[in-house]
């Protein structure tokens, strides 16, 4: 097929000599001896060198200062790999590196054998596309999140602080549950969930900046409907976050963290695993540190009291496990 078009279209030479000109890829084709016998100005370019001096010169000699190998025994050159084993590569990553390059060059690279009319290797032909941009962008946009994640957890993080401002209890509040909730996440294994536990438990109360201050500061006994209105604030922080989208993934765990693992908590009523294993951690903690602090109208409890409540409501109002991983973390 490719001969004949070549027959129909007898430009097509100057047009694929055209493309190897433009192109801002690499093209290279050796022959069956590794001879360099086309390349194109865009790697010259990269290479530092006029592409005459490297025509008809041996590609290992001058390219990759007389090496053919790494030190681990490895092509450092794919198209001499395609040459001598017969191996093709379509579209692999790899990062290559020759004496003539300042530092290294990552790209996709192409390989593929040309016959000819008798079916016989006559030549090999090497594209590589360049990566260097696009991991360059890939590095900006990921320090771009990043930033963006920064902002995003100050907002949220000011957010905790305004509600500490109105709310004697809060303050410092969300930080020590963090801190309990990050110990307990560690001591059950979960090391990798730990930065997300902290960001959690720093806002999970985030949503009490909806409920009026008379009642976030009432000493006295709450009615109904005051109490119908704190228990609105896992819903409220969980709309709050809603709008943030890195923070999308502390919705559900925010929601659920006054569920109760017997089924009887709010808002939805979910039992034991249907409750985000976070929100069950932090349920922990905040049930801990709410018991142990002081309050204007009350002494906190003493950290055994604390223990005992715990291991009372494990398997009701806690996961077992958690308090569990807990209890054991106090003894220690
Ligand atoms: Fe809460």
Redesign the pocket.
Known sequence: MQKSYTTLIPELHKFTYEIMESSEDLITIIDKHGIIIAMNPALSKLLNIKHEQLLGQPLVEAVYGGRKFDFQGNYLSPIIETLETGREFKGKEMGIKSPLMNGSFVCLTTTGILRDSRGRLAAVYCYDKDLTLCRQLERTNEKLEELIHSQHLQTVLAFSEAIGARDNYTRGHSERVAEYAQMITRAMGLDDLDQLVYVAALV??VGKIGIPEHILNKQGRLTDEEYQKIKE??VTGANILKQIGTFNHLVPIVRA??ERYDGRGYPDGLAKEEIPLISRIIGVA?AFEAMTSDRSYRKGFTIEQAVEELKCCSGSQFDPQVVKHFLRLIAD
Do not use: A
Request: no cysteine; proline share 14%.
């Open positions: 999970h109360d604030h896992p963290h006054h905040d």
